[in-house]
């Protein structure tokens, strides 16, 4: 009997130790990290595409990162964290920092446009339009903020803007006042970063995405087609701008030496999507994107402010798995 007893109570705790093995299954600590890296301006539209794939995917924990995207470039390409999916807020910031040495293909989805956003309390709040903006942004007093153009999209195409607006309204000089405005003080990162200064008051107005002013519900000022990036019928005007940025540093340019900078040219706005070559989770990773291609993707990032390029484009289909080749063309 006592035999049989041991004999039991050993097959009882191994059982609970079995139980406790198969929900431990389910805890975040033993589920797959799929890490996903984007630009600060999908961080909304992301969290929610993080939510459906974990619930069709119990095993798997998206694990979120948003910068601006030049810096996501670099991470990818200069440190030792591996990454699955990278989202950009400009599709040559894959092309000209990531391709063809640390991704073979470049998915454009999405776009949008420059707007500046400010609060009820900003200086001018109750002047400001789309003609005399850039005259209220330079009066005495008034703060403006924006974001990092060697680290971020928003801030390179907030210069090209700027530039822009001194052809479009003819005002010679324009943008350089705009741009030395309150020197470096606020400038950040990326345009997120931001967002809080604004609340908070300490900034009155700030260069960013219309998609990501509306998502915060923020005063939003709406830019000509002109200057804002947005539109095709003006590409050959955007051309007219041009910002030098820091380049790849493992890209050999003239005579062998260090690509330095590179020069971006004013154009419309345009997302994309790639996953690293040496992405840990690839077949997850493709999973992930397929999603953001589905209709369901599209429906949450028109329905937070970006407008979808109906179907993605992609350059590269050769090198496309065939689930986001029937997504492409």
Same mark, same amino acid.
């Given at each position: 009997m006592r035999v049989n007893q041991t004999i039991r109570t050993g097959l009882l705790g191994a059982g609970i130790a079995l139980l406790g093995l198969l929900a431990g299954c389910g805890s975040k600590a033993s589920r797959i990290k799929l890490q996903v890296i984007t630009a600060g301006s999908l961080t909304k539209p992301f969290k929610q595409?993080?939510?459906?794939?974990?619930?069709?995917?119990?095993?798997?924990?998206?694990?979120?990162?948003? $910068?601006?995207?030049? =810096?996501? *470039? #670099?991470?990818? /390409?200069?440190?030792?964290?591996?990454?699955?999916?990278?989202?950009?807020?400009?599709?040559?910031?894959?092309?000209?920092?990531?391709?063809p040495r640390f991704a073979d293909f470049n998915i454009r989805f999405c776009t949008n446009e420059l707007a500046i956003a400010y609060s009820p309390r900003s200086k001018g709040a109750d002047r400001i339009n789309a003609e005399n903006w850039y005259r209220i942004l330079l009066e005495d007093g008034v703060a403006c903020g924006r974001s990092d153009p060697n680290s971020d999209p928003c801030g390179y195409r907030t210069v090209l803007t700027c530039r822009l607006a001194e052809k479009h309204y $003819?005002?010679?000089? =324009?943008? *350089? #006042?705009?741009? /030395?405005k309150d020197g470096k003080k606020y400038i950040?990162?990326?345009?997120t970063d931001l967002l809080a200064l604004l609340e908070a008051g300490e900034i009155d107005y700030l260069f960013i995405y219309?998609?990501?002013?509306?998502?915060?519900?923020?005063?939003?000022?709406?830019?000509?087609?002109?200057?804002?990036?947005?539109c095709q019928e003006h590409a050959d005007f955007y051309k007219a701008a041009k910002v030098t940025l820091s380049g790849r540093r493992d890209k050999p340019g003239k005579e062998g030496k260090a690509a330095g900078t590179i020069i971006r040219t004013g154009a419309p706005m345009v997302y994309s999507v790639t996953i690293p070559k040496? *992405?840990?989770?690839? /077949?997850?990773?493709?999973?992930?994107?397929?999603?953001?291609?589905?209709?369901a993707g599209r429906k949450i990032v028109s329905g937070l402010g970006q407008p979808c390029i109906t179907p993605a484009r992609c350059d590269q289909m050769d090198?496309?798995?065939?689930?986001?080749?029937a997504l492409c063309r």
């Open positions: 595409l993080k939510a459906i794939f974990e619930r069709e995917h119990p095993a798997v924990q998206v694990m979120l990162e948003h $910068r601006g995207s030049r =810096l996501c *470039a #670099r991470m990818i /390409a200069d440190t030792e964290k591996t990454y699955d999916v990278f989202g950009s807020a400009d599709y040559m910031v894959v092309r000209s920092l990531l391709m $003819r005002v010679p000089g =324009l943008a *350089a #006042r705009l741009l /030395a950040r990162p990326k345009e219309r998609s990501v002013a509306e998502q915060h519900r923020l005063s939003t000022l709406l830019l000509p087609d002109r200057i804002n990036l947005k040496n *992405a840990p989770n690839r /077949a997850l990773a493709v999973e992930f994107v397929a999603l953001l291609l589905s209709p090198k496309l798995p065939a689930s986001l080749q």
